[in-house]
């Protein structure tokens, strides 16, 4: 069966500092991968999906990237934290039309 | 585009009491329907899905979702609730024709179960 890893599980970083969260799945190849950010209060904002190794498609403008460099490993960086990039990040898998599969995410503080 | 919206916030509901929650979707082109269930600090788990077929869908957990096509309309249902189901919910469509997979998610609506 298939399983989605993401850490760490929980984050506390001032701002300004870099950011690497890594998300891997198992069981299955070639999915689609999505990272997803929820901030307090709000619903789910795609931020990056990829459909193959090295491809990339971004959502939305800001400060943070993600990179695919093997085929079931999604990681989302950043150089230089802010504030508002505090939130619960999801990371989510599916093939084709199937519905998305969501890892636990994880909770990140920026103080 | 496509869009979705959940038309209530928060649902406050009594347990046993029936509850529905409400979704709409706006597309040009054919839609798969998708509802998720979020418990605090986790990720998100599929409820039901609508592909094709019948347009009364069963998911887990006890609850229903009926696709309404003339109303653009996939609303959760379930009739009799627990403290249990006291989460957030979120409607989701996606573009049968694309070939990424992406999901358009609601704002969400938060299921308050009462004793």
């Known amino acids: 069966s298939q399983t989605i890893h993401q850490w760490p599980a929980t984050l506390v970083q001032p701002v300004g500092s870099p950011l690497s969260l890594e998300c891997t799945v198992e069981?299955?190849?070639?999915?689609?991968l999505y990272w997803y950010r929820q901030a307090a209060g709000r619903g789910l904002q795609l931020l990056f999906y990829?459909?193959?190794?090295?491809?990339i498609s971004s959502e939305v403008p800001q400060n943070l990237s993600a990179s695919r460099p093997q085929d079931r490993q999604f990681i989302l960086s950043s150089k230089k934290l802010l504030l508002s990039d505090s939130g619960f990040y999801l990371c989510?898998?599916?093939?084709?039309?199937?519905?998305?599969?969501f890892g636990p995410g994880t909770r990140l503080t920026v103080l | 585009a496509q869009s979705v919206t959940q038309l209530d916030s928060q649902v406050p509901v009594f347990e046993e009491a029936p509850v529905e929650l409400r979704c709409n979707y706006s597309?040009?082109?054919?839609?798969?329907l998708f509802w998720y269930v979020q418990y605090p600090n986790q990720g998100l788990q599929l409820l039901l899905k609508?592909?094709?077929?019948?347009?009364l869908v069963k998911g887990i957990n006890g609850f229903e979702a009926e696709f309404n096509k003339s109303q653009t309309s996939f609303h959760l249902r379930k009739p009799s609730v627990h403290i249990s189901d006291t989460a957030e919910y979120f409607c989701?469509?996606?573009?049968?024709?694309?070939?990424?997979?992406?999901?358009?998610f609601g704002q969400g609506t938060t299921l308050q179960v009462k004793p």
């Open positions: 989510a898998w599916n093939l084709d039309h199937n519905e998305q599969f």
């Open positions: 069981g299955t190849s070639n999915p689609n």
């Open positions: 990829s459909v193959g190794i090295g491809q």
């Open positions: 597309s040009s082109v054919s839609v798969y």
């Open positions: 609508y592909l094709s077929g019948s347009t």
């Open positions: 989701a469509v996606h573009r049968s024709s694309s070939n990424t997979g992406k999901l358009i």
